[in-house]
């Protein structure tokens, strides 16, 4: 199975801040990289798809980057409503799988 | 809109079997994979399987082999997750999701979830 790292696990930042959470695969997986945000107590939904692709509606200051191995998800100028936990999921290779999370604090 | 809406919660006991469903609407219900993943307490998000609507086909991920099933019933556009054997380690909200799009296969959108108690 293809292993997600994520890193850091947790962060806290401000708001207005800039941040950036890390996805790593233990294999490559080209650009079949998604990302997911869970706010408390509410159900996961899709940010960014296909490693840098916005879903639509989802704010322009989420942006997404990477190929290969290693790929970042950006968050410019932190909203209170970001305060959430974020997932990375490929879609290379059967069985699909999640990193362990990242939590941002707001 | 695209939904899916599923079931509500469940209390089992260890060794029980239990259903939840996920219902769509607002699309072509055989045309988009559906996948289940699973939340513990506390804990991050786990992919058990998916299901091709069209076919039946399923897939799953190794540690849910025998102990899931997944199935549907297209007359109603609905999918169905069966959990067997039910421990504590069962206790869990389960999701299902929509997969929306052939190629990279992400999940959009997902269901309100059902949470799966397994107590004594």
């Known amino acids: 199975d293809i292993q997600l790292t994520q890193s850091p696990s947790s962060l806290s930042a401000s708001v207005g801040d800039s941040v950036t959470i890390t996805c790593r695969a233990s294999q490559t997986i080209s650009n079949y990289l998604n990302w997911y945000q869970q706010r408390p107590g509410k159900v996961p939904h899709l940010l960014i798809y296909?490693?840098?692709s916005l879903q639509i509606g989802v704010p322009s200051r989420f942006s997404g980057s990477g190929s290969g191995r290693v790929f970042t998800l950006t968050i410019s100028s932190l909203q209170p409503e970001d305060f959430a936990t974020y997932y990375c999921?490929?879609?290379?290779?059967?069985?699909?799988?999640f990193g362990q999370g990242t939590k941002v604090d707001i | 809109q695209v939904q899916m809406v599923q079931s509500g919660g469940e209390v089992k006991k260890p060794g029980a079997s239990v259903t939840v469903s996920c219902k769509a609407s607002g699309y072509s219900f055989p045309d988009y994979y559906i996948h289940w993943v699973r939340q513990a307490p506390g804990q991050g998000l786990e992919w058990m399987g998916w299901i091709n609507p069209q076919s039946g086909g399923t897939t799953y991920a190794q540690k849910f082999q025998g102990k899931i099933s997944l199935t549907r019933d297209s007359s109603i556009s609905t999918a169905y997750l069966d959990l067997i054997s039910l421990t504590s380690d069962d206790t869990a909200i389960y999701y299902c999701?929509?997969?929306?799009?052939?190629?990279?296969?992400?999940?959009?959108?997902w269901g309100q979830g059902t949470l799966v108690t397994v107590s004594s």
């Open positions: 999701a929509r997969d929306n799009d052939a190629r990279y296969n992400y999940l959009d959108p």
């Open positions: 999921q490929q879609s290379y290779m059967m069985p699909r799988t």
């Open positions: 296909a490693a840098s």
